[in-house]
């Protein structure tokens, strides 16, 4: 069983993201042990790269931030070893292509597994061109995690069935970010999903307040929440995890 399913044994899943190094990449470790106290099934690990084109502005200005501090890759790598010391939920990295072509594909990969990363997630790379990553991901054992989006349509049932980990399902068009409703038919989405895998889904892009996590966990098997958590690291910095923990615990216990 692919590590990442734990997430989803007990319950509906709470994915938090959180962009590494904004501030720091010590208050990045702080905030992912607030956030797993309070509830967070699996954590969404974002490398800082500086042309996030599935952002919106408010994690754009998080990857600018940790670049400006300093953060390259082998850093993020260096966090997550020592979360794993302590840290037991499944954790994931969202990044780009570039990223990992630029440090080398099997090197990159190789490393993930080593860390104790259980899958990547590549917004950038479309069904279509995923073997650029798929054998070295399965030679290793980490889960290449498949978007689905609004425009899939005839392709939902393909990306399904192949899916790895989890798939995560873009709630709306357009980039990240909180909006105030989510009007998509999800509901048709994730019955093609359910007719193709049984592998777990969970919806993100847009999603801010319990109600909404709530809403978008009823309809599957999880929900996962970047920019209102990024709002909270702009504003409170280095005392952020504080308030990140009481965010996960209202929102996980919504669920």
Not at 49 to 54: L, Q, R, V
Not at 176 to 190: A, C, F, H, P
Not at 194 to 221: H, V, W, Y
């Amino acid at each position: 069983m692919s590590n990442i399913r734990k997430a989803f044994i007990n319950g509906k899943a709470f994915i938090p993201f959180i962009t590494c190094g904004d501030p720091d990449l010590e208050t990045t470790a702080a905030v992912v042990r607030a956030a797993v106290k309070n509830g967070a099934d699996l954590i969404e690990l974002g490398i800082p790269f500086s042309d996030p084109t599935a952002e919106g502005p408010v994690i754009q200005a998080a990857n600018i931030r940790a670049l400006n501090g300093g953060v390259k890759t082998d850093k993020v790598f260096d966090l997550v070893r020592e979360l794993r010391t302590d840290v037991e939920v499944p954790m994931v990295f969202m990044t780009y292509a570039n990223v990992v072509f630029s440090y080398g594909s099997e090197k990159f990969i190789s490393t993930c597994a080593e860390i104790g990363i259980d899958g990547l997630i590549i917004p950038d790379i479309p069904y279509e061109e995923k073997d650029e990553f798929l054998p070295i991901c399965r030679k290793y054992g980490v889960d290449l995690i498949s978007l689905i989006a609004p425009t899939s349509e005839n392709r939902i049932g393909m990306i399904a069935k192949e899916a790895e980990g989890f798939i995560y399902l873009v709630s709306s068009l357009g980039v990240t970010g909180t909006r105030n409703e989510i009007n998509t038919d999800l509901k048709s989405i994730v019955s093609i999903i359910r007719e193709n895998t049984d592998i777990p889904c969970a919806i993100g892009f847009g999603i801010s307040t319990p109600e909404q996590a709530k809403k978008m966990a009823d309809l599957s098997d999880g929900a996962i929440v970047g920019s209102a958590i990024i709002k909270l690291l702009a504003e409170y910095g280095k005392d952020a995890p504080e308030y990140v923990g009481a965010y996960v615990k209202k929102m996980k216990d919504a669920l």
